[in-house]
């Protein structure tokens, strides 16, 4: 306890220098952490982007654009499925539900889905979650929208709210269907997935934006007003994926291998957790990078530790000396200025610690309204007390260092003065 007290007061006669050493300890513990606590959330939030679906089926190009751009809302397809197509694999026996997904336009920067009722019905996410309405319901009229959760916080919109589509992607598309507005009908409940920055519409509704368009530009002289599109055969010619559910899981591989071999177009069909597991590999190698910077940023500033006791070692030499003279051992000095770069590392883990958990709570919105990862704030679990633990301890084996350099020194060489 002597010992305990006399570091503590000797670090505050260097408040300085030692706050500064714990305050580079705590950036570099947070962005360790940090670091970390993403990983494993955006590892989770990939793995319960889609749940209880068989398989995920597109034109053919590949498994993770299939993925993409079917569940991620990322990119575009190289091609559409026709109607047929997708009916006829729809009414195969083994099928026991499938979703029907058209994607191409947006509405200020949010993708749009066009979709069926079976959406509400059949899609799931987290462990076989279903879909829940925060207000309203799905859509009953042809220009109808169910708004994700991130839809209609960012854009302030109510249930009745009437707004316009852009067709095609970004900020504003480069045209609008400004003469068939769509109004809200529903508001999902917040999700933690890609669903939560989706417009959802019928696909009745997406061909009623087009019947006055061709090959995705409006027709000249041609104009069809809300109401005659409503009366029109609003049947989609094609779609851009579809989402299947099998009576037995036991007929996946076959239903995989009838599809892939499909003669009337070429089509693919992906299991979501295989292509999840790709998708995740891809990203390893920037997963693996970031977590040896931040655990090279650690080192640095355990270093930058190490440097702030070796300078000032010599400058202690009198101090060292004055308690080598009052009774303390070399063992008493080398437990001194080790507890000291201990002490020093487990404030600075600490106050790193606290950076984090404010960070999150400043970032936590921000992150998930721009990128949709939801990161949850938790209480550290045993991997990060783990991590804590041994930056403690690489603290504790820095500081023996200059620990080990004043045990060994003379009582003599503490009290000669140098010129």
Known sequence: MPILSLAFKSLLN?????????????????????????????KTSFANTISGTDLIVGARSGAIPLLLYSV?????????????????????????????????DSHRG???????????????????????????????????????????????????????????????????????????????AKTGTPVDRTVHMSLEGIEAMHVDWRGGTPVPGLTVSAEEARAMDLRPMAITAFLVGLKSRLAIFSMQRRINEYRAEPLLAVLPGV???ELWNLMGTAETALSAISILVVVTGLF???????????????E????????????????????????????????????????????????????????????PTGRDMAVIGLVVLAGFVAGAVPALRAYR???????MVRT
């Open 304 to 318: 930058g530790m190490l440097t702030m006791l070796l300078s000032s070692l010599n400058e202690r030499r009198r």
């Open 14 to 42: 260097r408040r300085v220098t030692a706050s500064l050493t714990v305050f580079t300890i705590a950036v570099s513990v947070t962005l360790l952490l940090g670091v970390e606590k993403i990983r494993i959330e955006a």
């Open 409 to 415: 020194r003379s009582l003599a060489d503490g009290m």
């Open 275 to 277: 292509a999840l597991q």
């Open 320 to 379: 060292m000396a004055i308690l080598r003279s009052v009774g303390a051992r070399p063992l008493h000095v080398f437990g001194l200025l080790a507890l000291e770069a201990t002490i020093l590392t487990a404030l600075g883990t600490a106050l790193g610690l606290a950076l984090l958990y404010l960070s999150l709570a400043v970032a936590q919105p921000i992150v998930d309204a721009r990128f949709g990862l939801y990161i949850p704030i938790t209480l």
């Open 110 to 188: 949010f993708r749009v889905l066009g979709t069926s009722r079976d959406y509400f019905e059949h899609f799931r996410f987290s462990r076989e979650r279903r879909l829940a309405f925060a207000a309203g319901g799905p859509f009953e009229d042809v220009f109808d929208a169910v708004l994700g959760a991130n839809v209609a916080e960012s854009l302030g919109y109510r249930l009745g709210d009437p707004f316009i589509v852009q067709h095609g992607l970004g900020q504003g598309g480069f045209a609008s269907h400004q003469d068939k507005p769509f109004r809200v009908a529903g508001i999902l």
């Open 72 to 104: 991620f809302r990322i990119g575009n397809a190289t091609n559409n499925i026709s109607w047929e197509s997708y009916r006829d694999i729809a009414d195969n026996p083994q099928v026991a539900w499938t979703i029907p997904l058209s994607l191409g």
